[in-house]
């Protein structure tokens, strides 16, 4: 359900799927994502989440969003937006191009968070509150549930994975933790492969969200599929 009550066909998908592959379609060019979920939707069906990524959002603007929910459909879509202001107006943006769902930085003001869920409510789709910057999570995830966000998403950024070699695979304690003390959605992101998926889901996350493992495999099919079976999704 969404915040106000509606039917959110992100929040159903997740809880009568769970756990759930995200791939994250962090593109700078339309035509490549849309070729790669292409492939995706049609070797593997409707059995996951397409993520419109920022980079490709930057790059493409809302249309991207349009397309690819043409191409996956009946497969939920996620517009990450990042949104740290004006969070009602990026809700409707998300909304308007065939979002299922959009996220919000967790760590910017209670205000936005708020007129985001507000404006989100009103057209059925589900605020994701990425964790990315939160210094105190266990603290902030309690916040968020009190304002009325329904999904989290626990992220360990590029940069951080690049500089410090640290995947949210290494934070199997910190899922744990977030998942006692948030009731809702719990996704996870940053650096996630076949090998290491096992680990977070048996930690408590609902969605596993895979960019580069699939984006960047040379066979994006059969990584997406091996990550699929590891989640009991494919035989």
Not at 62 to 82: C, G, Q, W
Not at 118 to 132: M, N, P, R, S, Y
Not at 181 to 196: D, E, W
């Amino acid at each position: 359900m969404t915040q106000d009550g509606l039917d959110s066909k992100f929040a159903s998908f997740v809880e009568s799927n769970k756990p759930v592959l995200q791939v994250a379609l962090d593109y700078t060019r339309l035509e490549d994502a849309t070729k790669l979920v292409s492939f995706l939707r049609a070797e593997l069906g409707a059995v996951f989440i397409a993520e419109v990524g920022t980079p490709l959002i930057k790059s493409e603007g809302m249309r991207a969003v349009s397309v690819i929910k043409s191409v996956v459909e009946p497969a939920p879509v996620l517009a990450d937006t990042k949104t740290a202001d004006v969070g009602w107006l990026e809700a409707r943006l998300a909304a308007e191009h065939g979002a299922s769902a959009v996220t919000v930085l967790g760590c910017t003001y209670n205000e936005t968070i708020v007129g985001m869920i507000e404006e989100a409510g009103k057209h059925g789709i589900t605020v994701v509150a990425d964790l990315i910057g939160v210094s105190d999570i266990a603290k902030r995830v309690e916040e968020l549930w009190s304002l009325g966000v329904k999904a989290v998403e626990l992220h360990v950024g590029i940069d951080v994975q690049q500089r410090l070699g640290m995947t949210v695979a290494n934070l199997a304690e910190v899922v744990r933790v977030v998942r006692r003390r948030f009731p809702g959605i719990l996704a996870v992101a940053g650096g996630l492969n076949a090998k290491t998926v096992p680990r977070v889901v048996e930690a408590g996350a609902d969605i596993v969200v895979v960019g580069s493992a699939i984006v960047k495999s040379s066979d994006p099919v059969g990584s997406a599929r091996e990550i699929l079976q590891k989640l009991g999704k494919l035989r």
